[in-house]
């Protein structure tokens, strides 16, 4: 099979495109995907400082890998959530892109360790506080990302997910009928009010297998496990679910998530309070620590204070 671009062999057939590609028109078809999506969702511009979370994983550091050869200024930060050897080979894999990446571009890598600073890994403190693993650990990433971008002055901090994760997340936000966080389901989140980084999203166009190619055929070594606290989830299996329809009907992905993006576009132009309005009237800082929060004390604090067992009290 012949690419489609120029006369070399092919190596992946995007069926979604009905496009077929040798390795350095795939390689460009990537990073044309991910600067539309940055343009069209206006994400940030070529001088704006960016933070990408990394975790080891073929998303985040494709992300960090193709921010820096669009020539962006991204920085990453891993946070390192003491599972065991899990997070020792995550960090292994993040700490030798990140020495390339310096070399390379002066990137540089914050790392947050929580048994260190919270005291103990994940998996304890989801059982101190009785929740699930996977909850408490996205509070507590949600937090420091924030809080990261935030101290070091970062424009905006960028995530890895992708478009399996993000149609995944919209079939589990509408099984549920969870219309509060279909509202926060966007490639770009503005920092609606103070203490909140601009959230952005730059590989929604892009489906795991398509990121899985990129990082081998540029030889980004990265972690191959998924964390052991994941199995199970119902977020892998809405991806098997949207991964047979998508065999069955290439584009299926596309299509839901795309269409769910472009449809609520147009709602929001009739809706007369706009998301940032809204977060405006609802946000305050938390008491304990000044991140916005809904409630006096933010779910962070909470947890934290329920992990130590010491009732905090707002000031
Ligand atoms: P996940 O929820 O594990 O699919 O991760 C989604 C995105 O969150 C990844 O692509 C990363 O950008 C970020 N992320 C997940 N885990 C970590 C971590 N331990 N440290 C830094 N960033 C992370
Ligand atoms: Fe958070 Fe696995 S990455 S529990
Ligand atoms: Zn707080």
Same mark, same amino acid.
């Given at each position: 099979m012949r690419c489609r671009k120029?006369?070399?062999?092919?190596?992946?057939?995007?069926?979604?495109?009905?496009?077929?590609?040798?390795?350095?028109?795939?390689?460009?078809?990537?990073?044309?995907?991910?600067?539309?999506?940055i343009k069209r969702e206006?994400?940030?511009?070529?001088?704006?400082?960016?933070?990408?979370?990394?975790?080891?994983?073929?998303?985040?550091?494709?992300?960090?890998?193709?921010?820096?050869?669009?020539?962006?200024?991204?920085?990453?930060?891993?946070?390192?959530?003491?599972?065991?050897?899990?997070?020792?080979?995550?960090?292994?894999?993040? /700490? +030798?892109?990140?020495?390339? %990446?310096?070399?390379?571009?002066? =990137? $540089?890598?914050?790392?947050?360790?929580?048994?260190?600073? &919270?005291?103990?890994?994940i998996r304890e403190l989801a059982i101190l506080t009785h929740r699930p693993t996977c909850s408490a650990c996205g509070t507590l990433k949600r937090y420091h990302f924030n809080r990261i971008a935030l101290e070091h002055h970062y424009d905006v901090l960028a995530t890895g997910h992708n478009l399996d994760d993000e149609a995944a997340r919209l079939l589990g936000n509408i099984l549920h009928w969870q219309t509060e966080y279909l509202d926060? /389901? +966007?490639?770009?989140?503005? %920092?609606?009010?103070?203490?909140? =980084? $601009?959230?952005?999203?730059?590989?929604?166009?892009?489906? &795991?297998?398509?990121?899985?190619?990129?990082?081998?055929?540029?030889?980004?070594?990265?972690?191959?496990e998924e964390c052991p606290m994941a199995k199970g989830s119902k977020l892998l299996l809405y991806k098997e679910i949207l991964n047979q329809l998508e065999t069955a009907q290439p584009g299926t992905k596309h299509r839901f998530y795309w269409g769910f993006l472009e449809k609520r576009a147009h709602l929001q132009g009739t809706n007369n309070l706009s998301m940032a309005e809204y977060d405006r009237q609802v946000l305050t800082p938390c008491t304990v620590c000044g991140q916005p929060t809904t409630a006096p004390i933010c779910t962070y604090c909470k947890l934290m204070d329920r992990a130590k067992g010491v009732p905090v009290k707002s000031s």
């Open positions: 120029c006369p070399r062999r092919a190596v992946i057939n995007l069926a979604r495109h009905r496009l077929a590609l040798c390795p350095a028109c795939f390689t460009d078809f990537v990073h044309q995907q991910v600067a539309r999506a206006r994400m940030f511009g070529p001088q704006e400082r960016v933070l990408v979370a990394v975790s080891g994983g073929k998303d985040s550091l494709a992300l960090w890998a193709i921010l820096l050869k669009l020539g962006y200024r991204a920085d990453a930060l891993y946070v390192d959530l003491g599972i065991g050897e899990y997070s020792a080979r995550s960090y292994a894999k993040v /700490q +030798a892109f990140a020495e390339q %990446a310096h070399r390379d571009a002066q =990137a $540089r890598l914050y790392v947050h360790r929580v048994p260190q600073k &919270e005291g103990a890994g926060k /389901q +966007a490639p770009t989140l503005p %920092a609606s009010v103070e203490g909140f =980084a $601009r959230k952005v999203k730059p590989l929604y166009r892009l489906t &795991e297998r398509e990121i899985a190619a990129y990082a081998v055929i540029n030889r980004i070594d990265y972690v191959v």
